[in-house]
């Protein structure tokens, strides 16, 4: 084997460090960062209490909503949090917009379609609910689910307002 001698010229030097990552505290401690903590914990619960039991029929949509928006939830929470909305493409400019439109027009629509399916599956297992009754009974995962997707929805309506508040203000930072 015969030996290759070294490059003559230093390797090309490598794209430019965009600094180190650090926390956004200022986010964290906004209205925003806090209602979105409200929102990973709620959601967690909702779609946790759903998936722990036993679920058919609509309550399969009412699961794939909720872990949907709770993961694009997880994806803003942790791109504001760390401050790098900018490096999504096109809608880093638009940062308070997206978390808007994300809030309002997905998020409260999908978890008050999943919490109507949720409160129904309870009403229809409401019979269960009476004493002497032997059978596994849904009735109680399915009212919790339900009281969970309430009040997350409340939670992502909420931080639509205030972000809708903002635009209204013309400011278009998040915190």
């Known amino acids: 084997m ?3 001698a070294p490059p003559a010229a230093p390797p090309p030097p490598g794209p430019p460090a965009r600094g180190s990552l650090s926390l956004h505290r200022a986010y964290l401690r906004s209205p925003l960062g806090l ?3 409200g929102q990973l914990v709620m959601g967690a619960a909702f779609w946790v209490t759903v998936a722990a039991h036993k679920y058919e029929g609509a309550a399969h949509f009412a699961l794939f909503a909720a872990v949907l928006v709770w993961l694009l939830t997880l994806a803003l929470f942790g791109l504001s ?3 790098r909305w900018a490096l999504v493409p ?3 400019s638009r940062w308070l917009l997206t978390n808007l439109l994300h809030d309002l027009a997905l998020a ?3 978890y008050a379609a999943a ?3 949720m409160g129904y599956k309870a009403g229809r297992k409401s019979y269960c609910n009476l004493p002497g009754y032997s059978q596994q009974c849904l009735y109680g995962a399915y009212l919790s689910a339900s009281i969970c997707g309430a009040v997350t929805a409340c939670l992502y309506l909420f931080s639509g307002l205030y972000c809708l508040s903002r ?3 013309d400011q278009r930072d998040i915190i």
């Open 2 to 4: 015969a030996r290759t």
């Open 108 to 110: 409260v629509g999908l």
């Open 81 to 83: 949090l760390l401050g």
């Open 115 to 117: 919490t109507g399916i």
């Open 35 to 37: 209602l979105r903590l």
């Open 167 to 169: 635009r209204c203000r």
């Open 90 to 92: 096109w809608l880093g």
